[in-house]
């Protein structure tokens, strides 16, 4: 297989990968898990898988690797699709472990913030704008997964004020000795 080119600041490939995920919205809900949360708060029905997720891969395949700027890259792929279905989640998985370390930057409280949330803290703006430059993705990628655990690691829904183990006392202390 060719090389794929998805480490370049502004990277073709990355760019068509994420731009499929913007315009086929209900297949891209299916890929990445529909959050409960999101559904309420929008007001719309769960997206549950109805096709497999590999048939939503090779046609984000298609759309990312079919004009790539690479003559090899078009060939083999006109040769082989499903051979680049494993790229693909490859690189899902490397987005989502960057997308992870910039979370990792602006703290659990910010990993939860929507970007126009961040946007309006100054300090949070400056960093953010300054990560941006390095991980332009960002802001697609946080708009899909900020609620949903298993992409966004640094965001934490506990409420800072809470004293778990107070109330664990309580809760459990006041059977005892009765």
């Known amino acids: 297989m060719p090389t794929i080119h998805w480490e370049k600041k ?6 068509r990968l994420i731009e499929w995920c913007k315009i086929n919205q209900d297949a ?25 997720k590999n048939t939503y ?18 060939e083999y792929f006109q040769a ?19 997308y992870n370390e910039i979370n990792l930057q602006l703290g ?9 949330e ?8 400056t960093l953010l704008d300054r990560l941006l430059q390095t991980f332009p993705w960002w802001v697609d990628l ?5 609620t949903n655990p298993a992409y966004n690691t640094s965001f934490s829904t ?8 107070a109330e664990a006392m309580d809760v459990f202390g006041k059977g005892k000795g009765k």
């Open 10 to 15: 502004n990277s073709l490939c990355t760019a």
């Open 28 to 52: 891209r809900l299916k890929i990445f898990s529909d959050s409960a949360k999101d559904v309420k708060e929008e007001g719309r029905t769960r997206q549950q898988m109805t096709t497999q």
């Open 57 to 74: 891969m090779q046609q984000l395949a298609a759309s990312v690797f079919i004009d790539d700027e690479d003559p090899k890259v078009r």
């Open 80 to 98: 082989h699709p499903l051979a680049f279905v494993k790229p693909i989640q490859g690189r899902f998985t490397s987005l989502c472990k960057k």
């Open 108 to 116: 659990q409280t910010g990993a939860g913030l929507s970007f126009e």
């Open 118 to 125: 961040l946007n309006e803290n100054e300090k949070m703006k």
């Open 142 to 146: 946080h708009g899909w997964w900020r």
């Open 158 to 165: 506990a409420d800072p004020g809470q004293d778990f183990a």
